[in-house]
T-cell receptor, first 116, second 110 residues
Framework: NAGVTQTPKFQVLKTGQSMTLQCAQD?????MSWYRQDPGMGLRLIHY???????DQGEVPNGYNVSRSTTEDFPLRLLSAAPSQTSVYFC???????????????FGPGTRLLVL | DAKTTQPNSMESNEEEPVHLPCNHS???????IHWYRQLPSQGPEYVIH???SNVNNRMASLAIAEDRKSSTLILHRATLRDAAVYYC???????????FGKGTKLSVKP
């Protein structure tokens, strides 16, 4: 299993440009999520999905869109990039399992984004 | 959301045990205590989790206080590869999301 994969690894954008960060998992996990991590900080939740066709907002959703058309893929779209979106973005997945709070999350390697 | 408190940083010598503390005084009865770590330039990875009893796995041990208001992650013999930021997180039932704090940055000296 490849686990959770993210592309691209690095990206430089100009203010106002749009782009899509790709995330895929091959573990048949229902739950997927996107986090951002700013320097010296913990991760903050942007959007998450509990299954194909179902998405919801996290702590910092403004400026980002998501959709979940398949179990495997969960792309994150930046509609009009701003310097404040310069960050490292991590995708994660887990099985919903028992829904008891025991589920382990698996993280991708991250996408480093610089917005000029 | 229930919160956790961890020291910002800790230092250890190689091949010595490390005890990483975490306070979670507002924990609810159904919250699991999870530990993740983040190696430099990598995504977080799962370390261990528990509810009430102490837990052991190949990576670490988790000691949970009897009142569950604190816990300690124990690395039995620190290696240079254990240098990372360690996050203590409370995971609530039916909630898939993890709420990350700033964690504890562990440095390991040779």
């Amino acid at each position: 299993n490849a686990g959770v994969t993210q592309t691209p690894k690095f990206q430089v954008l100009k203010t106002g440009q749009s782009m899509t960060l790709q995330c895929a998992q091959d573990m048949n996990h229902e739950y997927m999520s996107w986090y951002r991590q700013d320097p010296g900080m913990g991760l903050r939740l942007i959007h998450y999905s509990v299954g194909a066709g179902i998405t919801d907002q996290g702590e910092v959703p403004n400026g980002y869109n998501v959709s979940r058309s398949t179990t495997e893929d969960f792309p994150l779209r930046l509609l009009s990039a701003a310097p404040s979106q310069t960050s490292v973005y991590f995708c994660a997945s887990s099985s919903q399992g028992s829904g008891t709070g025991q589920e382990t999350q698996y993280f991708g390697p991250g996408t480093r984004l610089l917005v000029l | 959301d229930a919160k956790t408190t961890q020291p910002n940083s800790m230092e250890s010598n190689e091949e010595e045990p490390v005890h990483l503390p975490c306070n979670h005084s507002t924990i609810s009865g159904t919250d699991y205590i999870h530990w993740y770590r983040q190696l430099p330039s990598q995504g977080p990875e799962y370390v261990i989790h528990g509810l009430t009893s102490n837990v052991n796995n190949r990576m670490a041990s988790l000691a949970i206080a009897e009142d569950r208001k604190s816990s300690t992650l124990i690395l039995h013999r620190a290696t240079l590869r254990d240098a990372a930021v360690y996050y203590c997180i409370l995971s609530q039932a039916s909630q898939g999301n993890l709420i990350f704090g700033k964690g504890t940055k562990l440095s390991v000296k040779p």
